[in-house]
């Protein structure tokens, strides 16, 4: 049997457990020139809340759909030049044991890599880093880098790699756990409960010398704040909105845009990783040396079962992930 | 006599007549190493309103200063190496008749060029529109520009040189009979009046491939229009928040801030002419060549007498200027 997860319906203020609907069906068969895949690791991340709300960089999601959302898995069956039975591959097939796939839509990892890092850390989530951090915000040694979410997925890889840039290094997270974690672990050197009172002067206090480059997964208040402590010709990474997705009614956009934007001649820019796509080989090669020596921790929440991933994604958005959240399927 | 116009108090709401008071003065007498500088011609321009509500990229207005503005001059007495008498130059000595200064707050400028071009379109306004289009925005030929506040200083110099490297060129100006002028007069491809109703469908409408360069002089809701109708790794040039600077109450922020700059990978970068200085000459040599050529006009709108300095300025937020404007001191 192929278990899958169905989008069934677009949610009303906060996704649930009804947001999904469990379905089996056949394991699907390839024809020439297809692949059959068997999930190992499902990525989920915010983003996949993101795509029920309407057309982003892809298309919006349409209920009665596999639900979508990154994969990592291994060739079963193929009848396409390339692809091998126990290849590695990843990509975007969703929430299901098994699927067929044109060679088009995957990628095959080579390497003793563990899937682990393959569903995130090397993939992804820290390449969505490593090109936000080193091309949009192009750090100096010496700069202060505030980040958001930065117990998440894609923060603990960016408070990291700045860190290796020289940078002073400052995270946003819920709850003072998080917090401790982000210093004593993770070698950040300042880190601010978002969820706590009094946010922007906590932040003021962490950056005495203001804000050089804010790493930005999530806007509301947090880039409130950080707008309000940017230095001159400053640099916001606009990597997500995370505070925004999963909320019925969004919130007030920032005051300080345009004004603040003139008058520090800041750079806002978006980005998503696949810009970069063109030095991705270049980026895993450095990112994996970081892991391997050590000098990066890849901190991946794993939760076993397919069956629980409408939990695990619910629970990202209520914080309940420390790093890189997937589930894992077989 | 040193006829002054002095800064009296913090305008709640619109700025009036009663946020300046008038002076009359002894004509100053320069020290050793000073200039005395007659002033020939007065900049208006929307920061001055900014300078009034804090600090911005220089410190806010004080009450009981002269009113601060960048001004044309003619040096009268100089015991300062490198000026003399006759010598036309240009700085901020604000709204008087005469000043005293140190050299280094004064610019010289040499060549036959009239000084309704040196008080705009070929110094500060000009250099605005030059390097914030040209080194902010980058446009490539076939780029949708748009520009709000088209028929101001900047806005009808941005324009003009967005033609000329090929763009297509849609302005927003208050009221039809600027809008018209815009196309017929500045070479504009189409122009939307911002105080009708439907100012985003008529954007739209007037951008039919979407927009790849946004010069926002205004903020506000052409912003938010603009916003919504970039293309992929669109550029905003914020040069203005002019919407904002009259009025009691900003509105709130742009509510697409930060997601589709996400999304949609958008650039919004502001800047200031000094950043730029280091190209001045350079610059300064196009635009004038520009201008003695035909293929730009400059609009300068001038109002004679240093005592309708106020009502000029107040006239700005109104939008009863035609291009620069200027006062006209001697």
Known sequence: MNRQWLYAQQPQGKIGTDTFEWAESEIPV?????VLVRTRMLSLDPANRAWMMGKTYREALEPGQVMSGFAVGEVVESNAAGFE????????WGWQDYAVLSPDRLTKRTGDV?????VGPLSVT????????LEVGRPKPGDTVLVSAAAGAVGTMVGQIAKLMGCRVVGTAGGQEKCDWLVSDLGFDA?????????????AAACPDGIDIYFDNTGGPVLDAALSLMNLRGRIVCCGNVSQYDVEKPAPGPMAVPGLIVV????????????????????ETRLSGWVT???????????????????????LFEGTNWGKRAVRVS
């Open 126 to 133: 820290g390449l969505t880093a490593y090109f936000g951090l």
């Open 30 to 34: 390839p024809d020439a020139g297809e």
């Open 264 to 283: 520090k001649r800041l750079r806002m820019e978006g980005f998503i990783v696949m810009d970069f796509y063109d030095q991705r080989a270049e980026a």
């Open 293 to 315: 020596d050590g000098r990066i921790k890849a901190v991946v929440d794993v939760i076993d079962g397919l069956e629980n991933a409408p939990e695990a994604l619910i629970g």
């Open 85 to 92: 039975r126990g290849d590695i591959v990843e990509g975007d």
């Open 114 to 118: 563990s899937l682990e890092l393959l």
């Open 191 to 203: 880190a601010v409960d978002y969820k706590a009172s009094g946010v922007r002067r906590a932040i």
